[in-house]
């Protein structure tokens, strides 16, 4: 065909760009007057997107930002599924159910066991829901023996906020074990020492939020047998997996944490996480359905059919599950293993290169025995620095890497930290790239030392 330069011209009805919608600006916080292209109204929304960060070098995130084709299609192809209609979708419950039953058998619940479990918009749901079940027990309990009901606690270690919301929300007493020095996690004599018959459990974390590390749940569990043999005081534990439940299981199978444990009484996890499930999903699985009080149980009729439920939401994408359930059959044990441990190595080499720069101490190298795969650090002492952690943050952020900076909780506010979480999708050539701009980085504050650093506030960062 010869090039018809005229004839296409001719063609070319109304180019996006030179359309007289995209040449004005669009009100920002009052609906526009009149409806608009559906070609122009999406470009437009695509093109303010821009200026958002790009997900797959956020290294602050402990989310899925790198998600196969085939997740993709399924998340299309499932658009219109509602997870809470099992009467309608009765296919879609029984991928959530099966996923239950997978991961039950995951954390090793007993055989003869009757699990009961259910998906979650992620770890902060689930987490309310395993307090809530912990709550509503430990309240039975004492009305059985005549007790006063008004003065619960729970005892975590360093947590994510969704326990801190879960105790405000709750009005249940968080009694959570500050720092000490170079102890960022819990130990069992620190939750010892706070156990009382008001503790309606104990919250150990597998990969805290602040460093990556695994809490040691079986030494907690020991010390509560102990305490029960001593006092006659009988104390569950809910794990929040919530990185490390899809983790641990794949990369150190002999870590006893889960179900094995007669307290684990349930355990939370996000599917978005190293589930490796695309955002919306989590998960939380009792050891047996006696844990999970019936009254927190509703039943449904009036989407056809009848159907339990226990969540804090009704409508939610059944995509999420069904990806899920996709990734499980596709990677099987041994892909997740793979997917993980490479995820690991790749912390392990950060961490060994970031040790080489001269100014940092590593506090979690990202290894698969002591965490999740993130490696965290702090500034060297007795060594100069022509910079702090948040300018270096700073600086990393022109060349699109996010690394976040920020301080430690309760008794160590006074230690900066920096920390990379490594993800499926963040590999080797990734992060010598990220190397590379690490030592610009350092090189430009040689050159031009910081005299006045920043502060957490005006890096105004933040941490997931
Ligand atoms: C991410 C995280 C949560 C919250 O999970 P979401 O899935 O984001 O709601 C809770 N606890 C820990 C330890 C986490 O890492």
């Known amino acids: 065909m010869l090039h018809k330069k005229d004839d296409i011209r001719g063609e070319l009805l109304d180019e996006v760009f030179a359309s007289t919608e995209l040449s004005v600006s669009l009100p920002k916080y009052r609906m526009p007057p009149n409806e608009h292209l559906a070609s122009h109204a999406h470009q437009l929304v695509i093109d303010e997107l821009m200026l958002d960060g790009n997900s797959r070098q956020n290294l602050a995130t402990f989310c899925q930002t790198w998600l196969e084709p085939e997740v993709r299609a399924i998340m299309a192809e499932t658009l219109d599924k509602n997870m809470i209609d099992k009467d309608e979708y009765p296919q879609t419950a029984e991928l959530e159910a099966r996923c239950v039953h997978i991961l039950a058998d995951l954390w090793n619940s007993p055989e003869a066991a009757n699990t009961l479990g259910t998906s979650t918009t992620g770890s902060s749901e689930a987490a309310m829901l395993g307090g809530m079940a912990l709550l509503w027990n430990w309240r039975a309990r004492r009305r059985e023996a005549g007790k006063p009901t008004d003065k619960p606690n729970l005892i975590t270690g360093p947590v994510q906020v969704c326990w801190h919301k879960f105790a405000r929300y709750w009005d249940v007493e968080l009694r959570e074990i500050p720092m000490e020095g170079d102890r960022y996690i819990m130990n069992a004599d620190e939750v010892i020492a706070r156990v009382d018959e008001n503790t309606i459990g104990v919250v150990p974390t597998l990969g805290v939020t602040f460093t990556g590390q695994y809490e040691p749940v079986h030494a907690v569990n020991e010390a509560l047998d102990a305490l029960q043999e001593e006092t006659g005081l009988d104390i569950p534990i809910h794990v929040d997996g919530a990185s490390g439940g899809f983790i641990a299981p794949f990369t150190v199978p002999e870590l006893v944490w889960d179900f094995r444990l007669p307290r684990v009484k349930s355990i939370n996890a996000s599917g978005h996480k190293f589930g490796l499930a695309p955002l919306g999903v989590g998960w939380i ?65 950060l961490a060994e290169q970031i040790s080489q720069l001269g100014h940092f101490e590593i506090i979690n190298d990202g290894g698969a025995e002591s965490g999740i795969p993130a490696v965290s650090w702090k500034l060297k002492e007795g060594v100069e620095h022509p910079f702090n952690l948040f300018d270096l943050g700073d600086r990393l952020r022109t060349r699109g890497w996010q690394v976040p900076a920020y301080t430690m909780p309760k008794n160590r506010e006074d230690l900066p930290v920096q920390r990379i979480l490594v993800r499926q999708g963040f590999d080797r050539d990734a992060a010598s790239l990220l190397m590379d701009d690490y030592r610009a980085a350092i090189a430009h504050f040689d050159a031009h030392p910081i005299v006045n650093s920043m502060t957490e506030e005006e890096a105004g960062t933040f941490h997931h």
């Open 285 to 349: 699985v009792w050891r047996d359905a006696a844990e999970l009080p019936e009254e927190l149980i509703f039943d449904v009729n009036y989407l056809g059919g009848n159907m339990p439920t226990f969540a804090l939401n009704f409508s939610r994408p059944g995509g999420q599950i069904v990806a899920q359930y996709y990734n499980f059959v596709r990677l099987g044990r041994e892909g997740y293993r793979k997917v993980h441990m490479s995820c690991h190595d790749t912390a392990m080499y």
